[in-house]
DNA sequence: CCGCATCCCTATTGATACTG
DNA sequence: CAGTATCAATAGGGATGCGG
């Protein structure tokens, strides 16, 4: 890596660009958060919404379908009762392990910073 | 890398989880595609507009004043007519390279996905 | 002209209650 | 358990205007 790597950030950011299209997909609160959990592996609703404090029932169900119909995420219904669903990444969405691990150490630093300014006495 | 950063993505996501932190800072439509631009250096209002296709200028500037807020954009006026500004990215700021690559790959990714299954006769 | 600020409208998100 | 229905709040976006 690192050769082809320079043209990713060069001219206009036209509708091909490669970071458009990753927005288009990462875009809308949460997105990011749950890609996180699922990236530790297959996760029930209940599991999702418990681990995401705040999130809501309905944003958690629209974000699950619009990356299941982006062909992110794939969704299991097991029919018994209790009810029971599952959800897991695809092979191209495990691709978003990196961009996930790339904000980790980003927010590493942001709290590195932020702990510097407010430790000032 | 590649020690630690296995922690990044245990546990439940908490207030302080990195991902989070990253996640509202780069929150919103079009911070990640702003910041993509400021990667290759100092850019003023106006090229920021044209590069940008699509933005309304209100956007353009929320983004702009939130991520100087956040300590990721220095904004610098010259007290000139015509009147001209030039933003750029503080060291901190420079850290989103990564996650902009990550990105930027993802969406070779997705767009070579996207090819495959819509070349099918 | 450039770099926004303001007004106003739509779309997305969110809280809560409820159902198969 | 795993969502949907409903309604209120907030963020996004277009048009216009204005001071420097």
Not at 31 to 37: F, H, M, P, Q, Y
Not at 79 to 107: D, Q, S
């Amino acid at each position: 890596m690192g050769l082809a790597s320079e043209t990713y950030l060069q001219g206009a950011c036209e509708a091909e660009c490669p970071v458009r299209r990753a927005a288009e997909v990462l875009e809308g609160k949460w997105t990011t958060l749950i890609v996180r959990e699922l990236v530790s592996g297959v996760k029930r609703y209940s599991e999702l919404q418990r681990a995401l404090a705040g999130i809501s029932p309905k944003i958690l169900a629209d974000r699950l379908a619009l990356l299941q119909v982006k062909g992110l995420v794939v969704k299991t219904i097991y029919p018994c009762v209790p009810p029971k669903t599952e959800y897991e990444l695809t092979p191209l969405g495990r691709e978003m392990e990196k961009v996930i691990r790339a904000m980790a150490e980003f927010g590493l630093m942001l709290q590195a910073a932020g702990e510097a300014t407010s430790a000032r006495p």
